[in-house]
């Protein structure tokens, strides 16, 4: 069984193509780079637009390759990034998902990116039944497996934790992303106090985000502020994650988003866990950033489940929450 994925969220256009027998899965991607300021949601749409039928077209030459001249289509179903992110960039990606689902006679699977995220983790890891760490753009959320659905087990009160970085960079003049270039900074930065913001199992960024600015304003160097940015966001997951772990009894802990890939944040979880005896699982940095892999992947374990759905209800989800989908591909797990 191969399955076509279709990611396109916020900035990166991008299909992949699973084969569920060799777990192999091929990605292929066109991000959107903006020339100044953040992601601005009418660019990335029209990158959207521009990008996703190329890295179809290349996914399917792939399917097709690798099928050998079969005569049956060389993807058996079509999953799509349906929610959340932003809605113009989803509208795109959900025509073009329906559109190939529907020229090849194959079934279309509605996926939720953040719950891609995770399973990507699962998936690769080997895990049963693992907390995952959501570390992306717009998202930082704590999921855990209970009763047919993942629950939000502790969430950011405003940003994302990328957002809240990347809120830094654009103030101090650097270019989008700016991830990359505090935890470079970092390297050669020391302490300064920041604010840090947990209240139970949720925690809170945009003060801190505030404050770093004026650190930098006030004269901090750069790569103090960038450093003890990193320090303090990080420890706030870090001190969740290990909650979340304490309250549910589990030991396995996977790490999902873009700001996933910060060598920084995979240390403090990996040190976290081994004092605990847990295992902990980052997938490598191409699933973790926004990519069709993971929408493939878990498009496959959908479709196999029998969740498709029907082209009249496969409208977009732009604000999707992970808890609202039920998990139908881990249904015979009594947990
Ligand atoms: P979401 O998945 O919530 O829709 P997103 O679309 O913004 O988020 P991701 O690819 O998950 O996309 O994450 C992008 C974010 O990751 C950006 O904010 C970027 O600055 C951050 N990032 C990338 N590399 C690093 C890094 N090495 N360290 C810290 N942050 C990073």
């Known amino acids: 069984m191969r399955v076509l994925g279709i990611e396109g969220t916020a900035w990166a256009a991008s299909a992949a193509v699973h084969a569920v027998e060799s777990d192999e899965t091929a990605i292929f991607t066109d991000a959107y780079r903006p020339e100044s300021g953040g992601i601005h949601p009418r660019e990335a749409a029209e990158h959207m637009r521009e990008a996703i039928p190329g890295v179809v077209r290349e996914a399917l030459d792939h399917a097709a390759a690798e099928a050998g001249g079969d005569s049956a289509p060389s993807v058996d179903a079509v999953a ?9 960039c989803l509208r ?18 509605g996926v ?9 983790g699962r998936h690769r890891a080997g895990f049963d039944s693992p907390v995952c760490l959501n570390a992306s753009g717009a998202n930082a959320h704590l ?7 993942y629950r939000v087990l502790g969430e ?8 809240a970085i990347d809120k830094f960079t654009r103030h101090v003049g650097w270019s989008h992303p700016g991830g990359p270039k505090v935890e470079a900074a970092a390297e050669r930065g020391e302490y300064v106090a920041l604010p840090y913001v947990v209240k139970g199992m949720d ?13 930098y304003d006030d004269g901090a ?54 004092q605990r005896g ?8 191409r699933f973790l950033r926004d990519n069709a892999g993971m929408i493939a992947v878990l498009g496959a374990k959908m479709a196999a489940a029998g969740d498709t759905i029907s082209i009249e209800e496969s409208r977009v989800r732009p604000n999707f929450r992970p808890d609202e989908v039920p998990v139908t591909w881990r249904a015979d797990e009594d947990v």
Do not use: W
């Open 221 to 274: 160097a750069v790569e103090d502020v960038c450093f003890s940015l990193q320090e303090h966001v990080f420890g706030m997951l870090t001190e969740v994650a290990e909650r979340a772990l304490s309250l549910t009894g589990n030991d396995e802990l996977v790490l999902g988003g873009g700001v996933g890939q910060n060598a920084r944040l995979q240390e403090m979880l990996g040190e976290m866990c081994a």
């Open 143 to 149: 999921l855990g497996f209970h009763n047919g659905r």
């Open 92 to 109: 795109i990606v959900g025509t073009a998902a329906r559109a190939v689902a529907g020229s090849l006679d194959v079934p279309l699977v």
């Open 203 to 215: 925690f809170s960024f945009s003060g801190i985000t505030s404050a770093a600015k004026e650190a």
């Open 278 to 285: 847990a295992r902990f699982h980052a997938p490598e940095p």
């Open 80 to 88: 799509f990034s349906r929610g959340p992110g932003l809605g113009p």
């Open 112 to 120: 939720n990116h953040m719950l891609a995220h995770l399973e990507i």
């Open 156 to 163: 950011t009160m405003d940003t994302g934790v990328g957002n």
